[in-house]
């Protein structure tokens, strides 16, 4: 689908997406540094709009193998979360962005050879009280913990 044709998408109807909230053994938090809009320049844990006719659990295994280079097959549904943002994947004017976010608890080693996607700039583990006092994650990525 062209950008445009996404766009008028983005600005009549949510999305709905699913959100990983990985954490390893010693219970840190893995978060990529978004360079693509919406929650551009920040930190934010990865997810992924679900395709027509996918179901969650394989959206979630291709979603987690896109974003981290490894599928997730075991993950727990947390809750269901609104994600709206003011501007869209183009930076359009006028057109806001709504996630409708299904968000998934798993685990994963720090170990694991994580291979991060075009989206990330950078992926890192972090501990729960850090990413709740840093201004650089994202209020909705935060929201998971408080």
Same mark, same amino acid.
């Given at each position: 689908? *062209?950008?445009?044709?996404?766009?008028? !998408?983005?600005?009549?109807?949510?999305?709905?997406?699913?959100?990983? !909230? =990985?954490? *390893?053994?010693?219970? +840190?938090?893995?978060?990529?540094?978004?360079? *693509?809009?919406?929650?551009?320049?920040?930190?934010?844990?990865?997810?992924?709009?679900?395709?027509?006719? +996918?179901?969650?659990?394989? @959206?979630? #295994?291709? !979603?987690? #193998?896109? +974003? &981290?280079?490894? %599928? !997730?097959? $075991? @993950?727990?549904?947390?809750?269901?979360?609104?994600?709206?943002?003011? $501007? /869209?994947?183009?930076?359009? @004017?006028?057109? /806001?962005?709504?996630?409708? =976010? &299904?968000?998934? %608890?798993?685990?994963?080693?720090? #170990?694991?050879?994580?291979?991060?996607?075009? #989206?990330?700039?950078?992926?890192?583990?972090?501990?729960?009280?850090? &990413?709740?006092?840093? %201004? /650089?994650?994202? +209020? /909705?990525?935060? %929201?998971?913990?408080?």
């Amino acid at each position: 689908m *062209n950008d445009e044709k996404f766009l008028r !998408i983005v600005d009549a109807t949510p999305l709905v997406s699913i959100d990983l !909230i =990985v954490r *390893n053994e010693h219970e +840190e938090v893995l978060l990529g540094w978004r360079v *693509n809009r919406p929650a551009q320049h920040s930190w934010f844990v990865p997810g992924g709009r679900i395709r027509k006719n +996918e179901r969650v659990k394989e @959206a979630l #295994q291709r !979603i987690s #193998q896109r +974003e &981290l280079g490894v %599928a !997730i097959a $075991d @993950a727990k549904l947390v809750g269901v979360f609104d994600h709206i943002y003011d $501007d /869209n994947f183009l930076g359009a @004017a006028g057109v /806001n962005t709504h996630y409708v =976010v &299904l968000g998934f %608890a798993a685990k994963l080693s720090s #170990q694991a050879a994580i291979t991060p996607d075009e #989206q990330h700039g950078e992926i890192k583990w972090w501990r729960v009280d850090d &990413l709740l006092a840093s %201004a /650089n994650v994202h +209020e /909705n990525t935060k %929201a998971y913990f408080r």
